[in-house]
């Protein structure tokens, strides 16, 4: 072996374990990029997040080092203008180089299915009526004994532009989400006029919410605290209006604050849709726009 190949080889050894342990750590990195993992599906998320920010990390070094590498030590000398060697084709090169993507795509498309699968949550499949033949492992967070807690049921209503929350338990309703933490929860999603997302980006969860279906969603928040859900949906004029406070408690708290606003008289909630438009009217311009009337302000048992 020449000086010259020794060198190319240790230079290659070098340069893969460089580009391998930088890939890694900006994988790693990846996970301060994204809100706090709120729910036990965001953590599935993030680790797939991480995954496909260090291949793609890697791809991209392992390119961009490689054309650097031959500008420095391959490049022709100066005031030398004659022609490259002549090469022919390498058929192992070409197999090889289609093979690697191929094989990545089929790594990544198995990878994040597993994903789909171990988060459990019921998608488009729930509006065409499919029986999913495949078992779902449902991502809940493990209590001491290994088993799961017993569900939740919320009843979620989207319309045009306010979120309204119904909790059977108790019969009452909200326009802020009350959830407990560590415990499987679903929810039951309504549309009362066009199409809305559900949509937590704490919880790494989004749904679209179809008219004329009711779509049954399930996720397990584990982490107290105060989180935002938003429409991801353009649903009309008002949509960046249809916003909503997503309160992750003990469970403990959850049953006393359902237990607290049963007590309560419904009232009218603040509304920003119904305000702004209301403000609209009365405007002495008039901009010529239409637009769709928003639903009336919902009347619920805790308004937020």
């Not at 953590?43 to 490689?66: R, W, Y």
């Not at 492992?137 to 004994?145: C, I, L, P, Q, V």
């Not at 309160?247 to 702004?276: D, M, R």
Request: glycine share 6%; charged share 15%.
């Amino acid at each position: 072996m020449t000086i010259r190949k020794f060198f190319n080889l240790v230079t290659l050894v070098i340069g893969a374990i460089a580009v391998t342990i930088t890939s890694l750590g900006i994988g790693k990195l990846a996970y301060t990029w994204l809100p706090p993992q709120a729910a036990a599906e965001s953590v599935l998320i993030d680790d797939l997040f991480s995954f496909l920010v260090t291949l793609g990390a890697f791809i991209f070094l392992g390119v961009t080092c490689t054309l650097f590498y031959s500008l420095l030590f391959h490049r022709a000398a100066e005031n030398d203008y004659s022609d490259g060697p002549h090469i022919e084709g390498n058929i192992t090169l070409e197999v090889v180089w289609t093979a690697i993507p191929i094989l990545l795509v089929v790594w990544i498309a198995t990878y994040s299915y597993q994903i789909y699968e171990q988060m459990g949550i019921q998608g488009p499949t729930a509006l065409v009526h499919l029986h999913n033949p495949m078992g779902m492992e449902s991502a809940y967070a493990a209590t001491n004994d290994g088993l799961a807690e017993p569900e939740e049921q919320i009843d979620v209503l989207a319309k045009q532009w306010a979120w309204v929350f119904h909790y059977p338990e108790k019969d009452v309703t909200s326009t802020e989400l009350h959830l407990p933490s560590d415990r499987r929860v679903k929810l039951a999603l309504h549309s009362e006029d066009v199409l809305h997302g559900f949509y937590i980006p704490a919880f790494r969860l989004k749904q679209d919410i179809i008219p004329n279906h009711n779509i049954d969603f399930e996720f397990t928040p584990i982490r107290k605290g105060k989180y935002h859900l938003t429409d991801s949906q353009y649903s009309g004029t008002y949509f960046a209006t249809m916003q909503a406070n997503v309160v992750v408690e003990s469970p403990e708290e959850y049953h006393k604050w359902l237990a607290k606003i049963a007590s309560h008289k419904p009232g009218t909630a603040y509304n920003q849709a119904s305000a702004e438009y209301a403000q609209s009217i009365t405007q002495q311009v008039k901009t010529g726009w239409k637009t769709v009337a928003p639903a009336p302000a919902p009347v619920v048992n805790y308004p937020g």
